[in-house]
């Protein structure tokens, strides 16, 4: 069954420090989403993407956030400097429209 | 005010019942609707999306969707102990998706 897959599955950072978490989405999808997950809080939107540009994005993807599809199956989530308050695990998600299948996330901590 | 809320429960049922977890949100521009299950630890699982009003069914669950009241539900007939976890509602206004805290289920056998 295809999937979407995330690497790597833990990620720890020093506050200030740059981070790429990589995802390769299902290969017939069109859509593709970054959310994250702060412990005990509630899924969060983060980007969508679509035809090799942002669709939409919400007000936690500030300009420390960028996104990009490098090649024909990579999506990645760069944070250029990251913050304490940027721990959190990170879901790629990919679909043919919707919300899409997650894949099971990047534990991101920054220290 | 908030954009989806669910009851965060717990909510208890027994094994074979039906369980009802439920869901509003605020804005009726919204489109489209998914329920996802979340056990501890693990990403969400998409279980069902509903577009239009009235009632889908999907084996075991059914999603039901009145626009009007904006209100969306998940039953969960014969439940299993399997499907305890957490079952999150999910709305999408203009490509952008809001998610509900979570309603967590449990099943008891």
């Known amino acids: 069954e295809p999937e979407v897959t995330q690497t790597p599955s833990h990620q720890v950072t020093q506050m200030g420090q740059e981070v790429i978490l990589r995802c390769v989405p299902i290969?017939?999808?069109?859509?593709f989403y970054w959310y994250r997950q702060i412990l005990g809080q509630k899924v969060e939107f983060l980007v969508s993407?679509?035809?090799?540009?942002?669709?939409?994005k919400s007000e936690i993807f500030d300009d420390q956030f960028s996104v990009e599809r490098p090649d024909g199956s990579n999506f990645t989530l760069k944070i250029r400097s990251t913050k304490l308050e940027d721990s959190a695990m990170y879901f790629c998600?990919?679909?043919?429209?919707?919300?899409?299948?997650f894949g099971s996330g990047t534990q991101l901590s920054v220290l | 005010q908030k954009e989806v809320e669910q009851n965060s429960g717990p909510l208890s049922v027994p094994e074979g019942a039906i369980a009802s977890l439920n869901c509003t949100y605020s804005?009726?521009?919204?489109?489209?609707f998914f329920w996802y299950r979340q056990y501890s630890g693990k990403s969400p699982e998409l279980i069902m999306s509903?577009?239009?009003?009235g009632d889908k069914e999907d084996g075991r669950f059914t999603a039901q969707l009145n626009k009007a009241s904006q209100y969306v539900s998940l039953l969960i007939r014969d439940s299993q102990p399997s499907d305890s976890a957490t079952y999150l509602c999910?709305?999408?206004?203009?490509?952008?998706?809001?998610f509900g805290t979570g309603t967590s289920l449990t099943v008891i056998p």
């Open positions: 804005d009726r521009v919204s489109q489209s």
């Open positions: 290969s017939n999808h069109l859509y």
């Open positions: 509903i577009y239009s009003n």
């Open positions: 999910a709305v999408e206004r203009g490509n952008q998706f809001y």
């Open positions: 998600a990919s679909s043919e429209g919707g919300t899409g299948f």
């Open positions: 993407f679509y035809n090799n540009e942002i669709s939409e």
